[in-house]
């Protein structure tokens, strides 16, 4: 999951070498932080959220075949 959440946000920013992306595993749940430059958030978040619910969205259908629950965060 870790490798789709950085592939998505490198297309999508301007500065790729600042994508960070790290994955925590507590239980049944992985927890996926994705840290971008200052001036790029707004590529990430997106009008109204779109683009950070829509990589929520692809993230969840991708971990759909493990019984993990995938939670991913924007950090500023």
Do not use: N, W, Y
């Not at 749940?29 to 200052?38: F, M, Q, R, S, T």
Request: hydrophobic share 45%; charged share 40%; no cysteine.
């Amino acid at each position: 999951m870790k490798e789709l959440v950085e592939v998505i946000a490198k297309a999508l920013v301007e500065h790729p070498e600042e994508v960070v992306v790290t994955e925590t595993e507590r239980g049944g749940d992985i927890k996926i932080e994705l840290k971008v430059a200052e001036s790029d958030m707004g590529k990430v978040i997106g009008r109204r959220g779109r683009i950070a619910k829509a990589i929520r969205a692809v993230v969840k259908a991708a971990s759909s075949r493990t019984d993990k629950k995938v939670i991913v965060d924007i950090i500023e």
